[in-house]
């Protein structure tokens, strides 16, 4: 049911640790100064304090934020395939990949990314990528 939180995950795959990278973890932790409540929410909706009542809220914030910052809307599950992309852009084990979005073996990601996995990052991309990465601590 939208907005209802979940103990379980669709998979047994689904549960599983995230490396996140050091940018996204000090964001998450600067967050608590929010949220810093004693809840295990990490996000939740500033007007009333309290767990987003669905998603349409949410979709429409990332509207908003997306707009005052001059940056082309995507929605917000765009994210997770920018994360595997770049993964596979600097090299990263397919298998390590599909498990960091919780699939149980390579068949997703490589028919899904299988561009970024047989083309990488060549021309100087790789390095350019990597110094943004160490600009932003991540």
Do not use: C
């Not at 049911?1 to 940018?23: F, H, P, S, V």
């Not at 960091?100 to 990601?109: E, Y």
């Amino acid at each position: 049911m939208d907005g209802e939180a979940k103990d379980t995950a669709k998979t047994d795959a689904g549960l599983r640790q995230i490396d996140l990278r050091n940018g996204a973890l000090t964001a998450l932790q600067a967050q608590t100064s929010f949220t810093g409540n004693g809840q295990e929410l990490v996000f939740h909706n500033p007007t009333y304090g309290a767990q987003w009542e669905g998603d349409k809220p949410i979709h429409r914030r990332w509207r908003r934020i997306l707009k005052q910052a001059g940056v082309r809307y995507r929605n917000p599950y765009q994210t997770r395939h920018t994360f595997a992309s770049s993964l596979l852009m600097l090299g990263e084990l397919p298998l390590y990949v599909a498990s960091q979005m919780g699939h149980t073996d390579t068949t997703m990601i490589t028919r899904t990314y299988g561009k970024w996995i047989r083309s990488r990052l060549d021309d100087g991309k790789r390095e350019r990528l990597l110094k943004m990465y160490a600009r932003t601590g991540q």
